[in-house]
């Protein structure tokens, strides 16, 4: 049953209560500059088929973007400490992150790509290495180096972590600091010429706002165009294979990409797997079906001839989940609408959504409370780059 807010107006409304959304909650109430009211409308308060619940948990700073980059970077030094900073009633979340770097194999055509990004990387801080083949297989002798001219590795910022921890920590947080929370839908949006004035919700209440903020993963699109405007974002599949593999690889084993696409890292005793598949259509964002014939067909292929350990290995478990994919150019789209100024996008995360977070709920929230951005400029991912047709593209994408 859809749950009533308390209230008839707020000063922020926030559409869709997972990472994202949340994130930007906690910030705003975190804030002793802010003093409003702030709701977050989840249509599904277990998040069971959010991006969030279904992603492979992940982050990177190996991206070829500066603004990329420190984002990833202030993410992960927020998910270190986060135990201490959403720390409610002496329970501090713990996000297990596994710390344990992105290897990206590289052949021939690629190396040059490689090092290029390496570069900006090392100017931005970044801690990567950059390997030859000999320096590949001796820290990893589990890779088949055929066809290989190296890779990069991150030895820190980069791993794996708890991804419903994350969602939790930062809703427990922020309701813990006055944000409410309920359970219902967004069916429509009132506008009064270009500007947002009310949300109507599923089971027939209108709740008025000053600001709306748009955090409907792979609903963001649907969300927008309640209030008349587009974005270029669609749902697209990615189907997970979780696998055991007889001879399990040593220690410390990276999330490793193949020039091909297709990855793996970890899971537990288990090894976590997929691929960025040939054939990408948009989807019906309530499908969930799983392509198991992408593992037979694309992905294991790969994986037992890169790891000549993963020639015998067995599907133990597999999920699909979506990306909020930007078909302009992968990056997600932050901040107001050049018209409708109190509606701001947190749309297209292209599979960034998780570990781009932190920074990005702290920026929106900036936004709000302030008008601009005090810490990361994060203007190259605005609405303008849509109106003008202009990508701001990343070269690193997965």
């Not at 390997?131 to 890779?143: A, E, G, H, T």
């Not at 066809?147 to 990069?152: K, V, Y």
């Not at 084993?253 to 091909?260: A, H, K, R």
């Not at 989940?321 to 078909?327: A, R």
Request: overall charge negative; hydrophobic content about 40%.
């Amino acid at each position: 049953m859809a749950i009533r807010a308390n209230q008839a107006h707020y000063d922020v409304v926030i559409v869709g209560g997972a990472v994202n959304g949340s994130a930007t909650a906690y910030f705003l109430a975190n804030n002793p500059d802010f003093t409003g009211s702030v709701l977050v409308i989840e249509r599904d308060p277990s998040y069971a088929k959010s991006a969030t619940a279904l992603s492979s948990s992940s982050i990177r700073v190996q991206f070829s973007n500066p603004i990329n980059i420190q984002i990833s970077q202030y993410g992960a030094d927020f998910i270190r400490n986060f135990g201490e900073i959403m720390q409610v009633d002496n329970e501090k979340p713990d996000l297990t992150f596994h710390e344990n770097g992105y290897l990206f194999l590289a052949d021939h055509k690629g190396f040059d790509v490689l090092q290029r990004l390496h570069d900006t990387q090392i100017q931005n801080g970044a801690k990567i290495d950059l390997l030859n083949v000999d320096q590949l297989i001796q820290k990893f002798p589990w890779i088949n180096p055929d066809r290989l001219e190296g890779a990069t590795y991150g030895r820190a910022d980069e791993g794996w972590f708890d991804n419903y921890g994350m969602v939790n920590g930062f809703r427990r947080k922020a309701r813990a600091l006055g944000v409410e929370y309920i359970d219902n839908e967004v069916v429509d949006i009132r506008r009064e010429g270009n500007k947002v004035i009310a949300v109507h919700l599923k089971n027939g209440d209108v709740v008025g706002c000053d600001t709306l903020v748009n955090c409907a993963g792979t609903r963001g699109t649907k969300v927008a165009r309640m209030a008349g405007l587009d974005i270029p974002v669609e749902p697209r599949r990615r189907s997970l294979f979780v696998f055991a593999c007889r001879t399990p690889l040593d220690d410390k084993v990276p999330l490793t990409i193949d020039p091909t696409g297709v990855f793996f890292r970890p899971e537990g005793q288990f090894y976590l797997g997929g691929t960025y598949p040939r054939i990408d259509p948009e989807v019906d964002p309530d499908d969930f079906d799983v392509l198991h014939d992408e593992f037979d067909e694309e992905v294991w292929p790969i994986l037992a001839e890169r790891v000549p350990a993963f020639e015998a290995i067995k599907v133990v478990n597999s999920w699909a989940g979506h990306y909020d994919y930007c078909v302009l150019d992968h990056n997600a789209i932050v901040g107001p609408h050049n018209e409708v100024k109190n509606f701001l996008f947190c749309n297209g995360f292209s599979g960034h959504g998780l570990q781009q977070a932190p920074a990005i709920g702290r920026g929106l929230s900036e936004l709000i409370i302030y008008g601009n951005y005090r810490t990361l400029d994060l203007s190259p991912l605005s609405y303008q780059r849509i109106i003008e047709n202009k990508p701001f593209l990343e070269d690193s994408v997965i």
